[in-house]
């Protein structure tokens, strides 16, 4: 199995403070890396799919890099409503996500 | 627009089947890939198992033996069983299209539907 794991579990930014999460697998996954925000109640929403497109619609403050098994995903400039819990999904094998990222406002 | 919509009991016993109906539009049931996956409260996020050009399934190793998808092509709708429930399912259901080979990501989701299983 590809294990999954993020970096930091939590973390807190300004207003305007660039922020990024890593993710990392426990094995090449190539490309196959996607990002997902999720508010309190709400569905996840795809952000990032293959580790560095932006899915369409999503601010460009929001960008992905990576493969093998490093990947980041940052946001240039944090603003308020980015405020929810951010995961990485691997399908290199059966789909697995990442234990998430959450992240507040300082 | 793609859109999906759960619907279910939002309570099930102990050692019941958990059915959820996933209902779609916007596009076709027999085409893409169409997944279940859950969120116990307050945890992460856990893929079940997937339904693709309406008959081909494939679902997470750790609950293989408990999981059926299947769909009704006349409904646009594809569904979830999973049988001999504890506790340890309680969680929010939902349905979204994608996760397959071609394209691994989910792209659309339906709200979620909070199941608990309880005596």
């Known amino acids: 199995d590809i294990q999954m794991t993020q970096s930091p579990s939590s973390l807190s930014a300004s207003v305007g403070d660039r922020v990024t999460i890593t993710c990392q697998a426990s094995?090449?996954?190539?490309?196959?890396l996607n990002w997902y925000q999720q508010k309190p109640g709400k569905a996840p929403m795809l952000l990032i799919y293959?580790?560095?497109n932006l899915e369409t619609g999503v601010p460009s403050r929001f960008s992905g890099s990576g493969s093998g098994t490093d990947f980041s995903f940052t946001i240039s400039s944090l603003q308020p409503e980015d405020i929810a819990t951010y995961y990485c999904?691997?399908?290199?094998?059966?789909?697995?996500f990442g234990p998430g990222t959450k992240v507040d406002i300082k | 627009q793609v859109q999906l919509q759960e619907s279910g009991p939002g309570l099930v016993k102990p050692s019941e089947t958990l059915s959820l109906t996933c209902t779609v539009s916007?596009?076709?049931?027999?085409?893409?890939?169409w997944s279940w996956i859950r969120q116990p409260p307050g945890k992460g996020l856990e893929w079940i198992g997937y339904?693709?050009?309406?008959?081909?399934?494939n679902y997470n190793p750790s609950l293989k033996s408990r999981v059926t998808i299947s769909v009704d092509t006349s409904k646009n709708q594809f569904s979830l069983k999973l049988s001999s429930v504890t506790a340890a399912d309680t969680a929010v259901y939902y349905c979204?299209?994608?996760?397959?080979?071609?394209?691994?990501?989910?792209?659309?989701w339906g709200q979620g539907t909070l199941v608990i299983v309880s005596s």
């Open positions: 979204a299209r994608g996760g397959g080979y071609s394209n691994g990501w989910f792209d659309y």
């Open positions: 916007g596009d076709s049931i027999s085409t893409n890939y």
């Open positions: 339904i693709y050009y309406g008959a081909n399934t």
């Open positions: 094995q090449d996954i190539s490309n196959y």
């Open positions: 293959d580790a560095s």
């Open positions: 999904q691997q399908y290199d094998d059966v789909p697995r």
